[in-house]
Every structure is written in C-alpha cells, then in structure tokens.
C-alpha cells in the first residue's frame, strides 16, 4: 500500500496525474450525470413514457421534464446564460415521444455543461441569490442542481421497474 502512494506522488509529481480545476470537476461530473440519465431515457420503453405509478404523480416523461426545467432554472442562475424556457415550461410539453424528451433533456444537460465551461473557478465562489430567496455561491448552486437531477432520475428506477425494464448500473465514477 505504501509503495502505492509512492508512485502516485511520483506520477503526480512528474506532472502525469493532475489535480482537476473545480470547473473541471464539474463538467465531468455533469457530462457523467447526463450520460448516466440517457441510459434511462432510453431504457424505459416508448409504450412507458406516459406512465404514472399513481395518478398524483409525474409520467416519466414529467418526471425527466421536470428535472430538464429545473438543469434549465438552476443553471442559468449559476451561470449567467440566459434560459430558452421559462419555468416549468418543459413540463408542459405535448409532444412526449421518447424521441422529443431524450432530444430535450439532453439539450437541458447541454445548457448546463456549456455555461460552466466558460466559468472560471473564481466564479464558482461568487454569491447569488437563487430564486430571490437563498444565498448561495455559484458552486453550491450548482450542487442543488445536481442533487435535483439525481433525486428524479433515481425516482424513475421505479418507473423502469414497473415498466419491465431494467434500470441502468450505477455510474459514480
């Protein structure tokens, strides 16, 4: 084990392992989510994206809506790039074809990934006020949002189940 650490301060030190920016860090965990969502989106059959375990609650195609609203809504205020949608509007799509959601969530994990690559990591440390109502940095912004995408995609687990399909392994790294 000792001799394990060594050669990865060796490694680092002769520059082959490098440490990532936290802009780095979060495109790569962002692009890694929106991978790991498409692998959902397009487990679940076309015949399933209407589906709701109960009536009170989202389809499948709401619940991926519903969580591309808000890549939309927290990544604006995280970034400064103005939003194409307004609040909830994705949620309210007619066209719920597997085809038009994948095409539009994707699109909502697109918006996130490309305004945080023109972000600097002193950026990340400004202070905003989301919604008018928390204050948070730009970073933490951004780790809400990401925590609201995983809470839905993992919510839709049990859609896939209950559809007969088999949820995607689970990507952490």
Do not use: C
Not at 57 to 83: C, I, P, V, W
Not at 117 to 138: H, V
Request: hydrophobic residues 40%.
């Amino acid at each position: 084990m000792k001799a394990f650490a060594m050669l990865l301060v060796s490694l680092f030190m002769a520059g082959f392992v490098q440490a990532q920016t936290p802009v780095e860090e979060q495109i790569q965990n962002w692009e890694r989510a929106r991978d790991y969502t498409k692998e959902y989106l397009e487990a679940m059959p076309e015949s399933g994206y209407g589906y709701k375990p109960t009536p009170e609650m989202r389809s499948f195609a709401g619940q991926m809506l519903h969580l591309s609203d808000a890549n939309y809504g927290f990544g604006s205020a995280a970034t400064g790039e103005k939003s194409p949608y307004n609040p909830g509007e994705l949620e309210k799509t007619v066209d719920q074809s597997k085809a038009n959601v994948i095409k539009l969530v994707m699109a909502s994990y697109d918006f996130v990934i490309a305004g945080i690559k023109k972000m600097t990591p002193a950026q990340l440390s400004e202070k905003i006020k989301l919604f008018g109502r928390f204050d948070l940095t730009k970073e933490q912004t951004l780790a809400k949002a990401f925590e609201h995408q995983t809470h839905h995609r993992a919510q839709t687990t049990v859609y896939l189940r209950l559809a007969g399909a088999k949820p995607p392994q689970e990507k952490l790294f």
